[in-house]
């Protein structure tokens, strides 16, 4: 069942018509169980679609946003986040509209209907790249919260550090085995990404519970006069402070990427129609909870501001019941992104396979390659997060290669196929490794 009820093309191309047919394999579905059995299932709701898409976009680019902002100050930094919602809408209208035209149900699909085998296995590479340097991220954030973490030579305590003084339990690599093998290899077992749907609605009213928290304690702390307004414009003195601004814009991409997730999650949609305002509110909301974040993690921090503001959050602001509002904020957000982490997994495991095993059945219908491809992620994720320093570092790394392939680069090339809307236009070979490149000198 794809989303476009359409069969491939007849007519033009039949080499293009037979490719799509190859590529054209959703995980799912609409009617089929997580066992592969044919089952009443009428699609998923408007809300939940919106909590799914919403709880990809909100994942843990947000805590990183504060850092950006000091360095681009706030009047550019809200205007960016802003302008980057909007452009990520046009590029996933992209995405629905020439996946309608191409008739195909999958990112994965499109890209191999516009640029052959090789453009679909591009695709799955930045999948693998991003998803699980995301996943990486969520982890090591994790991590910083339960276990403290140092930066510049300032130790900032854990929460169960803070609770309970230094064990060895308390360390980062065993707090983080657990939280892998007592939720995230659970989260990760369900085969219909609207099972997440409940899970995902959680993790927004987490995120909302913290900017609540923020807000409430920015708010206490500007009427008692304890805080200075951040600077409105980046302080650029020098040529390093320039070349700092660009440091910036691999978190700001990597904020709205959901493309990967938005098939998967149309796919199951009710109405396929509805999936553009889908799109549009889960943008929306996410930009508000940006702006409101970073606004208010700036304001209350400053130049002090963490590359993880999650990791400011251990410091006495002079307020009543502090600590306890400092651990109530790092915990929601640690269990926001403990939910999110199957959102974000659930693609990946889904690329993974098709790199991998292209020929197979479907993924859903293989409990043994199911359960195989979920524990070797799992582990090659939970060994990342242990290796890996920071946030910003993985973030540059992500940011700058797979992220902005996924939400900006790939749209882009493959319009030049789909412009008139039919897909006409071949002039070379599907097949050939230059294939993939030569539709970005349209563009």
Known sequence: MAVWDAAPQEEGNPGRSKHVADVEHPLLPKQQDEDGVHCEFNGASFSGAVFNLSTTIVGAG????????????????????????????????????????????????????????????????????????????????????????????????????????????GGRTFVLFVTTIGIFSPLACFKRIDSLRFSSALSVALAIAFIVITLGIATFKLISGTITMPNLLPDVTDLTSFWKLFTVFPVLVTAYICHYNVHNIANELKGSTQMGQVVRVSLASCAVVYILVTFFGLLLFGDATSDDVLANFDTDFGIPYSSLLNDAVRVSYAAHLMLVFPVIFYPLRLNIDGLFFPSARPLARSNTRFALVSSGLITLIFLGANFIPSIWDAFQFTGAT?????????????????IDGQGQDHSYSHDSPGSVLKPGGHV
């Open 402 to 418: 797979a992220a902005v392939c996924l939400g900006f680069i790939f749209p882009a090339a493959g319009s030049p196929w789909y």
């Open 62 to 169: 947000i805590m990183a946003l504060p850092a950006t902002m000091k360095v681009l100050g706030l009047i550019l930094g809200v205007a960016l986040i802003i302008f980057m919602a909007f452009l990520t809408d046009a590029s996933i209208e992209l995405l629905l509209r020439f996946s309608k035209a191409a008739k195909t149900s999958s990112y994965g699909g499109l890209m191999g209907d516009a640029f052959g085998k090789y453009g679909k296995i591009l695709l799955q590479v930045s999948v693998l790249f991003n998803n699980i340097g995301d996943l990486i991220v969520f982890m090591i954030i994790i991590g910083d919260v339960l276990s403290g973490t140092s930066s510049s030579g300032v130790h900032h305590a854990g929460v169960l550090e803070g609770w309970f003084g230094q064990h060895w339990w």
